[in-house]
């Protein structure tokens, strides 16, 4: 299996994950944008969004359980959610998955989406707040 959401969903790599279901896996992405800055993935192997096949439909259900999550532990202000299909998109892992991105005041509107301010270093502290 060289898929690595895959793996993860798969137990053989580590991550810090939030929500599982039997349709997705949630889990900290380890360079985020924001602070809380989630991926929803489903468990089945899916390129991306242009060859789902009802996967998106699937993890929708963990997308909002995970939404309402970020909103009631870390307290943002507002979510963004994306995903990218195709590397001319963005799409780094070719593995179908969802951004669940915090937003706060300090780093208001869609320009300050991709200007990161979370710290890496406190992905344990963020990973504790989530699943206490």
């Known amino acids: 299996m060289s898929c690595l959401f895959c793996r993860i969903v798969a137990g053989e ?27 929803v993935v489903p ?8 060859s789902a096949d009802g996967a998106w439909t699937e993890i ?5 359980t995970c939404a309402r999550l ?7 202000a507002g979510l963004n959610v994306f995903s990218s299909a195709g590397e001319v998109a963005g799409q780094e892992v070719g593995h179908l998955h969802v951004h669940l991105v ?3 005041t300090a780093a208001p ?8 301010t979370a710290d890496p270093d406190e992905l ?9």
Do not use: N, W
């Open 70 to 76: 970020l909103r009631d532990r870390l307290g943002c």
């Open 109 to 116: 509107g869609l320009r300050g989406l991709l200007e990161k």
């Open 124 to 132: 344990d502290d963020v990973h504790r707040e989530l699943t206490a």
């Open 102 to 104: 915090p937003r706060y």
């Open 13 to 39: 790599l580590p991550s810090r994950q939030v929500h599982a279901d039997e349709h997705a896996v949630a889990f900290l992405d380890i360079a985020p944008f924001h602070r809380g800055h989630t991926l």
């Open 60 to 64: 929708a259900p963990a997308v909002e």
């Open 43 to 50: 468990r089945r192997h899916v390129e991306s969004v242009l």
